[in-house]
């Protein structure tokens, strides 16, 4: 056997060394990544025995951005600077951790930063989503039991 690698080989085990250092420090099961043409897959084995809670926080809040329909998260409030909490995955969004429960974030409720402000399913998995931000919630962008994309807007607050 070659004990010089290709560089196109080379290129694959970086990309699976990246892939398991994202997959540990974020706690995700599986991980699926297309880049020139070379598609890897990568899922941990999971115990079958119900549903399994993983804490993830989400990413960086960026400042809201005004859309063509100027919707009222994007306004501010009286000159106030508003950032949102976007969903670090595709998945199902909740706001509570059961039906009857209360939800973990209302409109004006203020938060901490590692507070869980909802809950996105993915692949039968609880993902807990964590506050970046301290702050107040000004508006909740998604609908209880909707899907969600990744990075697409979950609560508008303001940063105290």
Same mark, same amino acid.
């Given at each position: 056997m070659d004990k010089k690698?290709?560089s ?21 099961v599986?991980?699926e990544m297309?880049?020139? !043409?070379l598609?890897?897959?990568l899922?941990?084995g ?6 399994q ?5 989400a !990413? ?9 329909a100027?919707?009222?998260?994007a306004k501010g409030a009286?000159?106030g600077r508003?950032?949102?909490i ?15 429960a209360p939800?973990f974030?209302?409109v ?5 930063? !590692? ?5 996105i399913e993915a692949?039968k998995?609880m993902?807990e ?5 301290a702050g107040?919630?000004?508006?909740v962008?998604?609908q209880?039991g909707?899907p969600?994309?990744? !990075?697409?807007?979950l609560f508008?607050?303001?940063p105290?």
């Amino acid at each position: 056997m070659d004990k010089k690698l290709k560089s196109s080989e080379r290129e694959a085990f970086r990309l699976i060394e990246e892939m398991l250092a994202l997959m540990e420090s974020r706690g995700l099961v599986e991980l699926e990544m297309e880049h020139q !043409g070379l598609r890897i897959r990568l899922k941990k084995g999971v115990p079958v025995s119900g549903a399994q809670v993983v804490e993830y926080v989400a !990413g960086l809040p960026q400042p809201v951005q005004s859309t063509a329909a100027g919707s009222a998260a994007a306004k501010g409030a009286e000159g106030g600077r508003r950032v949102v909490i976007k969903s670090p995955m595709v998945g199902t969004f909740y706001r509570a951790p059961a039906p009857d429960a209360p939800p973990f974030a209302e409109v004006g409720q203020d938060l901490e930063i !590692g507070q869980v402000v909802c809950i996105i399913e993915a692949m039968k998995l609880m993902n807990e989503i964590k506050s970046e931000v301290a702050g107040r919630v000004v508006e909740v962008l998604a609908q209880n039991g909707d899907p969600v994309e990744f !990075g697409q807007p979950l609560f508008a607050t303001e940063p105290s």
